[in-house]
């Protein structure tokens, strides 16, 4: 790690994993980073003061009213000061307190008040985890643009086994190093990107679509911009929250998707179409809903969908790089060869759905790289 005059806040919260914090202090301050810790009023009754006091060699707060040994408004100080701002252990209050902007303890108001960027480790019971009102504030936090690592599953303080134990001190000194360094190579670069699946009506409450989550296209999105793009992001319908700073254009169909990548894509230096859309779609839509039939069955009659791919690869300018998905269940690399050359791609990532690991609505993937 390389952390050598980083300003770093950690925020400690109340719960058992608060001891984990002090490696965490540790480590950064043997990378080089200047630590300035901040313990909640419950965090002061795991670990005390002083242990962070002795391994950050600057004094911890815990008041906000406490008066400082230099004259300064602390909170605003401290807000001032950060490179980053790390809370580890991250309990569900200090969650929800963030989620809707409650400041009446001094790291509530800190945070609040900082401009840096932020990481949270969360640490609490599973049950705790998983409810909805966690999971909310969870997904308002990220929206804005917070950092999480973690939690991890395990054994758990309480007893209980499952999501909830704040990740090891490592992991998190990790992250903060990446996020400290990370690279912004694609600055000034702007950057089209695909998720999702469609839909393809075939009557007003029925669609066709397929299992694409949408997980790879909006990871590829927020990773671009870290690196500094102005990413664009086409989105069919996910679960997913779309990823700080980056623009949406919601779609449906792929008819949709057509029409929105060619009015985006002659303004992208990199475009990158991770959506799945369908081949196929109904030729006709009925305006009701289709009732049972007599004999019990039902015809439907398709027409090809226009090839989204290879519209964007006939457009393509000069210098512009275009990189496409092959999905595929058989003759994997064969398939993704051909529509490499077919489409006017620059890269094609080719993947096995079928295999474990990879696929749909999965968080890891198993790719090969084929370029021209």
């Keep these: 790690m390389n952390l050598e005059g980083k300003q770093i806040v950690l925020g400690v919260t109340g719960g058992i994993a608060a001891y ?16 300035y810790v901040i313990l909640t009023k419950n965090a002061c009754q795991f670990v005390s003061p002083l242990t962070f006091e002795t391994l950050s060699n600057h004094p911890a707060v815990t008041d906000t009213f406490a008066r400082p040994e230099t004259w300064e408004v602390e909170h605003v100080a401290l ?37 840096a960027p932020v990481l949270v480790a969360p640490a609490m019971n599973t049950g705790m985890w998983d409810n909805p ?12 643009g917070v950092r999480f690592i973690g939690p991890e599953g395990g054994y758990l303080a309480c007893g ?49 679509t397929n299992r694409s989550s949408g997980k790879m296209g909006y990871a590829i999105a927020e990773a671009a911009q870290k690196r500094g793009a102005e990413v664009t992001l086409v989105t069919g319908p996910t679960n997913l929250a779309v990823p700080a700073g980056v623009e949406p254009v919601p779609i449906l169909s792929t008819q949709d998707l057509y029409d929105a990548m060619l009015a985006h894509c002659g303004d992208a230096d990199i475009v990158i179409q991770a959506a799945a859309p369908a081949d196929f779609t109904p030729e006709v839509a009925a305006d009701q809903k289709i009732k049972k039939q007599g004999d019990g069955k039902l015809t439907l009659s398709f027409r090809q969908t226009p090839d989204v791919a290879a519209a964007v690869g006939k457009r393509k300018k000069t210098n512009q790089i275009l990189v496409g998905f092959a999905a595929e269940t058989n003759d994997v690399l064969k398939n993704a060869g051909a529509k490499l050359k077919k489409k006017n791609l620059d890269m094609i990532v080719a993947n096995d759905v079928t295999a474990p690991g990879a696929g749909f609505d999965v968080d890891t993937n198993i790719v090969t790289f084929e370029t021209t």
Excluded at 82 to 98: E, G, H, Q, R, S
Excluded at 133 to 141: K, P
């Design 20 to 35: 984990k914090a002090c490696e965490l202090c540790s480590r950064l301050k043997k990378a080089g980073a200047q630590v």
């Design 79 to 115: 807000a001032k000061r950060a490179d980053l701002f790390v809370i580890a252990p991250a309990t569900a209050n200090i969650l929800a307190k963030m989620g809707c902007g409650i400041a009446d303890d001094m790291l509530s108001t800190t945070v609040l008040a900082t401009r």
């Design 133 to 144: 009102a966690t999971q909310q504030n969870v997904r308002t936090l990220k929206a804005r």
């Design 160 to 208: 209980d086994t499952g999501a909830g134990r704040m990740s090891e001190p490592k992991q998190i000194a990790d992250a903060i190093d990446e996020l400290m360094n990370e690279k912004h190579d694609l600055a000034g670069l702007r950057v089209l990107v695909t998720a999702g699946p469609t839909q393809e009506k075939i009557d007003p409450v029925r669609y066709i």
